[in-house]
């Protein structure tokens, strides 16, 4: 089966001004530092644990890109 091409979406969204606060809130994050410390550790993780940590890496890979995109963004607007 082929793979479908990619799609792009322009979206605009307000960013806040603060782009720190675009991060995992801290018990989110504690969390999933938890369940990779298990899994460093050699402890197998349950299904469940790894579907969760798998999804809180893509969203942390995804807040991370937004940031990266707005600090651009706000670089561009401020150089105009």
Avoid: C, Y
């Avoid at 969760?52 to 105009?80: H, K, P």
């Amino acid at each position: 089966m082929a793979s479908a091409d990619p799609v792009r979406i322009d979206i605009e969204l307000e960013i806040p001004a603060d782009l720190a606060r675009l991060v995992l809130p801290e018990g989110v994050d504690r969390r999933l530092q938890v369940l990779l410390d298990k899994q460093d550790s050699g402890e197998p993780l349950s299904e469940d644990e790894r579907l969760e940590a798998e999804g809180l890496v893509d969203l942390s890979e995804t807040l991370s890109v937004l940031r990266l995109r707005a600090a651009q963004a706000n670089r561009a607007e401020t150089e105009r």
